[in-house]
């Protein structure tokens, strides 16, 4: 009976190993595309997904970047949502004496804020903004985000990572602006050998590694019970030799 009761635990563990919760890749308030060209214009889709299981994501903000001077704004409408856009004077622009156009072209955004609406639990929101023109130069433009919760939880997205150091907790959403020729000629990864790539398409990593594991440690179970089985069975009452065996299934706030 000992075998016996050493297969049973394998089975427990392996049914425990496949069904145990995976680990929750936590997502972070992202925007994309994450690459734009220098001088031009873009729609960028800012992502926040609601983290918490018990409350609601009721606002968030968007803090512009100080080094761009973006001063073409415009807005996707999100039902349920309100907008309100925040700007501040361009040095030496003039302020009166100009047309709408030329007024707003002489300020540049600050920020956004959405609020009125809700984010549930397990749940995201995309917000779309059209802006431009972005800088001439090269370089990171950083998008500091809020996020409040329904009970008064203020979520700060405003980490900048650092080149060697480990991934913050609360990274800020960035857009790299590049020439375009710089993303035309950038070098494609050399394709990897027919071999080596197949041998890693076929590698499991994380939850996998554990699923596999635990479909292994069932099949060696299942097989161990039924040889042990077998073997009590043989011992007690010979069997025909002519018997086949069984198989086992496998299968703004900003400062913190």
């Given at each position: 009976?000992?075998p016996i009761?050493?297969v ?5 563990a392996g049914?425990a190993v496949?069904?145990?919760p995976?680990?929750p ?7 994309s ?9 873009g729609?960028?889709a ?12 009721t606002r968030?903000e ?5 080094n761009a001077?973006?001063t073409s ?5 999100v039902?349920?949502?309100?907008a309100?856009v925040?700007t501040?004077?361009?040095?030496n622009a ?6 709408d156009?030329?007024e707003?072209?002489n300020?540049a955004?600050?920020?956004?804020v959405w ?8 749940e995201?929101?995309?917000?779309e ?9 090269p370089?990171q433009?950083?998008f500091?985000a809020?996020?409040t919760?329904?009970?008064g ?5 405003i980490d ?6 480990p ?10 602006v590049?020439?375009a ?5 950038a ?5 990897a ?8 398409a076929?590698?499991?990593t ?9 479909w ?7 097989l161990?019970?039924l ?11 010979p ?10 299934d496998?299968?703004a706030r900003?400062s913190?």
């Amino acid at each position: 009976m000992k075998p016996i009761r050493v297969v049973a635990a394998t089975l427990v563990a392996g049914v425990a190993v496949l069904l145990a919760p995976t680990s929750p890749a936590w997502a972070h308030v992202t925007v994309s595309p994450s690459v734009a060209t220098t001088g031009g214009y873009g729609t960028f889709a800012f992502k926040v997904p609601d983290e918490r299981a018990d409350a609601k994501t009721t606002r968030v903000e968007v803090v512009f970047p100080e080094n761009a001077q973006l001063t073409s704004v415009s807005l996707r409408p999100v039902p349920g949502w309100k907008a309100t856009v925040a700007t501040r004077q361009l040095p030496n622009a003039a302020s009166a004496g100009h047309d709408d156009d030329e007024e707003a072209a002489n300020k540049a955004v600050t920020g956004i804020v959405w609020e009125g609406g809700a984010i549930k639990p397990g749940e995201f929101q995309l917000f779309e903004v059209s802006l431009g023109p972005l800088p001439t130069t090269p370089g990171q433009l950083v998008f500091k985000a809020l996020q409040t919760y329904s009970d008064g939880e203020v979520v700060r997205w405003i980490d900048i990572p650092e080149a060697g150091a480990p991934r913050p907790e609360h990274p800020a959403p960035m857009i790299d602006v590049k020439p375009a020729d710089a993303q035309a000629n950038a070098p494609a990864a050399p394709a990897a050998p027919a071999a080596p790539a197949a041998a890693a398409a076929a590698t499991p990593t994380g939850d996998g590694v554990a699923r596999l594991l635990g479909w292994a440690g069932l099949a060696l179970g299942a097989l161990a019970l039924l040889t042990a089985a077998a073997t009590g069975l043989r011992r007690r009452t010979p069997a025909p030799a002519s018997a086949p065996l069984a198989e086992a299934d496998t299968a703004a706030r900003l400062s913190r």
